[in-house]
């Protein structure tokens, strides 16, 4: 009599607490994935306007000037390539220093337009993303509310072993879901983060574009600029492909197999968040 009261007692114990830990299991997985639209969709402006302004500042007063500097290097090296291409003066046509000042010209409109020319490609790519939130995003949400409902009488009929091997596994999937909600996490903000250090030193790189050798440097620049503005592309539709995954797991008496279920869609989503950024570079040949 007395063990049966403290198997019951137990089996409470047990299935109160399991029914806890899967309540709230996802709670945190599902509000960062729904923060992912917003925050992706977002222009550097738009994201933070007080680090916007910070690196604007920066980029205007403490990197400009250098870049200045590097552009005067860079031109005078490009003047005296072009002399000593045509024979060392032995061949100059009055045409090359009109190219030459021309070519300055655009290096100079460049550098003093970058904060323009950087925020443009990120109100592109951005343009773009939100284009296609409304296509490739659906609800990306775990609901396993229905099964908590009956749950309770679900595990009346398990023993106690079972019931103990449930309660270990749902903390350790709660626990896994709450660091893999620290992945999302550190994915997008991390983005963004990447996107301010790239905008802030813009103007150097683009000193160099008009350049022969140097002008690879802008030029990888700009493929960096579009790499990191259709990463968001790519991030939305790995949350696309993770909502419509989720939303086909068989929530059913198999709770345990749900929750793997939903716990490997999640790792999945987390890796290949990783994934995006090498992604978008590989794809835009940017280094």
Not at 29 to 34: D, E, L, Q, S
Not at 47 to 68: C, D, H, K, Q, R
Not at 227 to 255: E, P, R
């Amino acid at each position: 009599m007395i063990w049966d009261m403290i198997e019951e007692w137990f089996r409470g114990l047990l299935t109160d607490g399991i029914i806890s830990n899967l309540s709230g299991m996802f709670d945190t997985v599902n509000t960062k994935v729904g923060e992912i639209a917003g925050e992706v969709g977002a222009t550097p402006s738009a994201w933070n306007g007080g680090i916007f302004s910070m690196i604007e500042s920066l980029s205007e007063t403490v990197i400009l000037p250098i870049a200045g500097i590097i552009l005067t290097f860079v031109m005078c090296y490009e003047l005296i390539q072009i002399v000593v291409d045509k024979n060392s003066l032995h061949d100059i046509d009055t045409w090359i220093f009109f190219k030459w000042v021309f070519k300055t010209m655009i290096a100079v409109m460049l550098v003093t337009n970058t904060w323009n020319i950087v925020m443009g490609v990120f109100d592109l790519t951005q343009y773009v993303v939100n284009q296609s939130a409304g296509v490739i995003l659906s609800d990306a949400g775990i609901d396993i509310s229905s099964t908590i409902a009956n749950l309770e009488t679900t595990l009346a009929d398990w023993s106690i072993g079972s019931l103990l091997g449930l309660w270990f596994q749902s903390i350790f999937v709660g626990l896994t879901m709450n660091i893999l909600s620290v992945c999302i996490f550190l994915v997008i903000y991390g983005r963004m983060i990447e996107i301010y250090l790239v905008t802030s030193i813009g103007p150097i790189p683009l000193a160099t574009m008009v350049n022969r050798e140097w002008g690879g440097m802008g030029q990888n620049y700009l493929k960096s600029l579009l790499a990191l503005g259709f990463q968001a592309f790519l991030i939305m539709v790995c949350v696309g492909i993770y909502a419509v995954l989720v939303q086909n797991i068989a929530v059913g008496s198999d709770i345990t197999g749900a929750i793997w279920s939903c716990m490997g869609y999640t790792v999945l989503l987390c890796y290949t968040l990783f994934k995006t950024g090498s992604l978008a570079k590989s794809l835009f040949t940017a280094h």
